[in-house]
């Protein structure tokens, strides 16, 4: 009997001390179906099958909880990122205690205008302050920053259009989809945006509107939308937007954050389960085809994990 419950009592300790060390983390992913959501679920998955407990939760505006340390892990884009750290943008208050884990892949959009508007470039937009605008996007303050990204390219701003508020970046393509508005932001290869540009096939569809490049245009990009960058894409008659003419258009990295006081160690092991397992994350969600993990971590102003760091400085990823 003493036999049997030295060896009971050992065997609780040992469940005991296995349940200690296997930690569980949280990851907040966004409403079911946003870009977060997507994403989180195909991290979460591939961390599972590589011993590391994720537990996702569909949270909205949730920047604050991983700032507090509520939720260990969560999303947004490179820009969102910046202005948390700072209180710029569409931020009033710092986040200090936010992390940066790496790029997930790169969000690429643009805005765009019926065809048969002939708007090519912002440059086409000057002196048409009749041209209506999609604006304010109360669901989504940080759209904004990328439609004034675009026109500052060409030294426009909001204030020289029509403005029509919608609530929600899908508000946004419907209402152009619907004619209640010309101009407003659309990423590549959305579904939205595609049936918009059937609603619109009599007026030869959707076209993006292509920012101006250069110097100066990425200057003005980055004071307004920091992290964003401008690519040039060429005609594609397959690509909606891209079908009449090519347009240069954003691109910003959708990133991983951290809470600061998630140990070095999870965010290191986190990291090199992401790096080293693109195949399977693209198999769960598509947009990771797409990533450049040689390329994990672009220059922010928000700091990186050090146990990010870590894995990256091993793997010769390249670090601001």
């Known amino acids: 009997m003493t036999t ?3 060896l009971a009592t050992a065997g609780l300790l040992a469940l005991g001390a296995t349940a200690a060390s296997a930690q569980v983390v949280s990851m907040a992913t966004g409403a079911q179906g946003s870009l977060a959501y997507n994403a ?17 939760q569909p949270l909205v505006g949730y920047m604050a909880l991983v700032n507090s340390g509520e939720v260990d892990f969560g999303y947004s884009n490179g820009a969102e990122a910046a202005f948390a750290y700072t209180s710029t943008g569409n931020f009033d208050r710092e986040h200090p ?9 790169k969000l690429t959009t643009g805005v765009m205008a019926p065809c048969d508007l002939g708007l090519q470039s912002v440059e086409d937009m000057v002196g048409k302050s009749d041209l209506r605008i999609a604006s304010e996007y109360t669901s989504s303050t940080i759209i904004p920053y990328y439609i004034e990204g675009i026109l500052a390219t060409g030294g426009l701003s909001y204030d020289d259009f029509t403005q029509v508020p919608v609530s929600s970046f899908v508000d946004g393509i419907n209402a152009l989809g619907d004619g209640l508005v010309d101009v407003a932001l659309v990423s590549l290869n959305a579904g939205a945006g595609q049936q918009a540009a059937v609603q619109l096939q009599d007026r030869g569809g959707l076209c993006y ?6 110097p100066e245009a990425e200057a003005a990009l980055d004071k307004v939308l920091p992290s964003g960058v401008i690519a040039t894409l060429p005609q594609n008659e397959n690509i909606n937007g891209l079908q009449t003419w090519g347009a240069s258009i954003i691109r910003v990295p959708w990133m991983l954050l951290a809470n600061a006081d998630v140990s070095d160690d999870l965010v290191y092991n ?13 198999a ?6 797409g990533a450049d993990f040689t390329k994990m971590a672009p220059a922010n102003v928000t700091p990186y994990h050090p146990g990010a760091l870590r894995y990256y400085a091993e793997a010769g990823v390249p670090t601001p």
């Open 209 to 214: 509107v292509s920012m101006k490049t250069g």
């Open 97 to 105: 205690n936010v992390r940066l884990v790496g790029e997930m892949f």
């Open 40 to 56: 989180g679920q195909a991290v979460a998955v591939v961390a599972n099958d590589n011993g590391i407990t994720v537990r996702t």
């Open 4 to 6: 049997f419950r030295t």
């Open 284 to 289: 769960s969600f598509g947009a990771f085809n």
């Open 270 to 282: 986190l990291t090199k389960v992401i790096h080293q397992n693109k195949e399977a994350l693209g």
